[in-house]
Structure formats: structure tokens, C-alpha cells
């Protein structure tokens, strides 16, 4: 099993950039997808970036496509993901999640970290 942990989130201004990170705990760390949902107040949870077990494949969605990069240091067990030109709208709080598969739906990942909040003011 893994626990995650996320960090990094705060407030910034609309065209900043912010990394988030997500700290894991135990040895099978590198045997997990991971990805990056955000959820907004009213809204559904919807991820927005993964990167396979092995760094070698990642997905984003076309909310931040071209914006927000998402890699992983498995000898740290930590992945990251770096957000520039950040908008109004992507505020939200920010989760970590892990799955065994490649998958985009929210029930299918295994663990999940307690989320950092990050707003972005215009």
C-alpha cells in the first residue's frame, strides 16, 4: 500500500506558476500511476494530468494541455506538477492519486492524498 501526501499549493496571481508536489510513502511507490485531479467548489473531481508507473507516458487534459507539466522522481518517491500561466479558473484544490492501471476515471485510483488548495486571483 501507499499514502500520498500533497504540498505546494497556495495563492498566486493570474500568470504565475506554482509546483505541486506529491510525497509518497512505501516501497511499491514506483509500481503506481499517478495523477493530478483538481476539484473546484460545485464540481466533480476531474483529472487533469498522469504519468505512468514508469515516467515513460503522460496525459493532460485540454484544460491545461501546454501549461502544466507533470513528472516523477521514483528514487525520491515524489511526483510533481509544475503549473504555469495559472488562471482564475484554475483554482481548486488539488489531489494526488494512485492506480495500478491507466486509467481517467476518478473510483478507479487506489489512494488518494488530502489535497492543497490553490487560488489564483485575476
Known amino acids: 500500500q501507499v499514502q500520498l501526501e500533497e504540498s505546494g499549493g497556495g495563492l498566486v496571481q493570474a500568470g504565475d506558476s506554482l509546483t505541486l508536489s506529491c510525497a509518497a510513502s512505501?516501497?511499491?511507490?514506483?509500481?503506481?500511476?499517478i495523477g493530478w485531479f483538481h476539484q473546484a467548489p460545485g464540481k466533480e473531481r476531474e483529472l487533469i494530468a498522469r504519468?505512468?508507473?514508469?515516467?515513460?507516458?503522460?496525459y493532460y487534459a485540454d484544460s491545461v494541455k501546454g501549461r502544466f507539466t507533470i513528472a516523477r522522481d521514483n528514487a525520491k518517491n515524489t511526483v510533481y506538477l509544475k503549473m504555469n500561466s495559472l488562471k482564475p479558473e484554475d483554482t481548486a484544490v488539488y489531489y494526488c492519486?494512485?492506480?495500478?492501471?491507466?486509467?481517467?476515471?476518478?473510483?478507479?485510483?487506489?489512494?488518494w492524498g488530502q489535497g492543497t488548495q490553490v487560488t489564483v486571483s485575476s
Open positions: 504519468i505512468t508507473w514508469s515516467g515513460d507516458r503522460t
Open positions: 512505501g516501497r511499491i511507490f514506483s509500481r503506481y500511476n
Open positions: 492519486a494512485a492506480a495500478r492501471t491507466l486509467t481517467v476515471v476518478p473510483g478507479n485510483f487506489d489512494t
